[in-house]
Nanobody, 124 residues
């Protein structure tokens, strides 16, 4: 049973923008921490941003503070990741994941439920 579903990835040119979506139909995630992670080929999965869905608290990894924006729509049970000024190094599979609070640190090993991922490819 898939509990988190990502969408919105694609192939874009450098400088473009994308908004990724993570949607769940499970009410159990209404008060969870939802994080966005990414993994490029040959690299470890790294955290990007997190949101505490109940409190709305947000945090970003340092590299993500300028061009990435995490947000949510409670009515749609969705968490979004907007990526602006895309660069080739942003190319990766992007995943959302959930866990009960506490949200930090944004360590993939602490997150227990994962979506299937959505691919982002940025060409120069």
């Amino acid at each position: 049973q898939v509990e988190l579903v990502e969408s919105g990835g694609g192939s874009v040119q450098m400088g473009g923008s994308l908004t990724l979506s993570c949607t769940t139909s499970e009410y159990t995630y209404d008060s969870a921490c939802v994080g966005w992670f990414r993994q490029a080929p040959g690299k470890e999965r790294e955290g990007v941003a997190i949101i505490n869905r109940a409190l709305g608290d947000i945090d970003y990894m340092n590299f993500a503070k300028d061009r990435f924006t995490i947000s949510q729509d409670n009515a749609k049970r969705s968490v979004y990741l907007q990526i602006d000024d895309l660069r080739p190094e942003d190319s990766a599979m992007y995943y959302c994941a959930a866990r009960p609070p506490a949200c930090s640190p944004l360590d993939a090993g602490r997150y227990t439920t994962w979506g299937q991922g959505t691919q982002v490819t940025v060409s120069s």
